[in-house]
Nanobody, 119 residues
């Protein structure tokens, strides 16, 4: 059984930085895409960033390009999301997800961690 546990969320001011972590257990996910999603109150869940198993390919939603960086440490079965120059519109619950394999859809999900950016 795959478990994903996020950490690192919190309350920060606009312009600050945060680093989220997602630790995976139960399965070797080193060949799977993993990613971060976020959901703000009253809005649909949005795909923020993704990273391939090797880390050689990444995806970013347009509004976070240049501010957020996704990375992974397969030895620790952990992915990270470094968020710089945070804005109030980044406020959301951030969840990590993992695909079942190299070409799979995201099917494993964490519980999420709250990020709140105050102005």
């Amino acid at each position: 059984q795959v478990q994903l546990v996020e950490s690192g969320g919190g309350l920060v001011q606009a312009g600050d930085s945060l680093r989220l972590s997602c630790a995976a257990s139960g399965r070797d996910l080193s060949s799977s895409w993993m990613g971060w999603f976020r959901q703000a109150p009253g809005k649909e869940r949005m795909y923020v960033a993704g990273i391939s198993g090797s880390g050689g390919a990444t995806y970013y939603f347009d509004s976070v390009k240049g501010r957020f960086t996704i990375s992974r440490d397969n030895a620790k079965n952990t992915i990270y999301l470094k968020m710089n120059r945070l804005k109030s519109e980044d406020t959301a619950v951030y969840s990590c997800a993992a695909a079942s394999g190299p070409g799979g859809h995201y099917e494993y999900w964490g519980q999420g961690t709250q990020v709140t950016v105050s102005t």
